[in-house]
């Protein structure tokens, strides 16, 4: 099965810094990596996604990386603002169509 | 208007009890899943359901079954309630698989 592991746990930036999120997976065969934002009581939602025909992703001030030798892949926010202060998961596929999600890393923005 | 809706938002009951949830999504998707997530936020897939296949995550203990009446919604019930299975349950559609996911609100359970 896949294994995601999601560093770091807790991340604390200035306003206006960057922050990097990074994963790692297990199942060479995946080929579909997403990230998910979740604010404190809410659901997640998706805030972007990569496919492993590309290496990098970008919308606005998001972009993702994955680098499939290493069986790694990165969320990279820029010009973070305080609106950005959440929780972010990565996922991999397991078994087909099931997504397993990493341990959720704690975005905090400070003004 | 909502895309994807659960009800109840909240349910609170003894252990033992057996239980159930809804979920209905109007987005025309073929995927529906079941999620639960803890008190530490690990999000952990349960069920992957769409019109031909039902796939159970190996670790869902066999108290929780999915049910499905039709395209549009995939329940939960839950059988002989147990503490650990508190946490916010969460239910998910896409268009086919490997998609985005399109999360409900949530269900917070607490069992007593």
Redesign the interface.
């Known amino acids: 099965g896949e294994n995601v592991e999601q560093h770091p746990s807790t991340l604390s930036v200035q306003e206006g810094d960057s922050a990097v999120i990074k994963c790692t997976y297990s199942d060479s065969a995946s080929n579909y990596f997403p990230w998910y934002k979740q604010e404190l009581g809410k659901r997640p939602q998706l805030i972007i996604d990569i496919r492993s025909n590309v290496g990098e992703k970008k919308d606005q001030r998001i972009a993702v990386t994955l680098n499939k030798t290493a069986k790694h892949f990165s969320l990279h926010i820029t010009e973070t603002q305080p609106e950005d202060s959440a929780v972010y998961f990565c996922a991999a596929p397991k078994r087909g169509n099931m997504l397993t999600f990493g341990g959720g890393t704690r975005l905090m923005v400070k003004p | 208007d909502t895309a994807v809706s659960q009800t109840p938002k909240y349910l609170v009951t003894q252990m033992g009890n057996d239980k159930s949830i809804k979920c209905e999504q109007n987005l025309g998707h073929d ?1 529906m ?1 079941w999620y639960k997530q803890d008190s530490k ?5 349960m069920f ?1 359901y769409n019109n031909k296949e039902l ?1 159970i ?2 670790t869902v203990p066999n108290r929780f079954s999915p049910k499905s009446p039709d395209k549009a919604h995939l329940n939960l019930h839950i059988n002989s309630l147990e503490l650990g299975d508190s946490a916010v349950y ?1 239910c998910a559609s896409s268009q ?3 998609n ?2 399109y ?4 269900t917070r359970l607490t069992v007593t």
Do not use: A, D, V
Request: charged share 25%; aromatic share 20%.
């Open positions: 995927t899943y936020k690990f999000l952990k897939i992957s796939i995550n190996e969460f086919e698989s490997l985005e996911q999360f409900g609100p949530g």
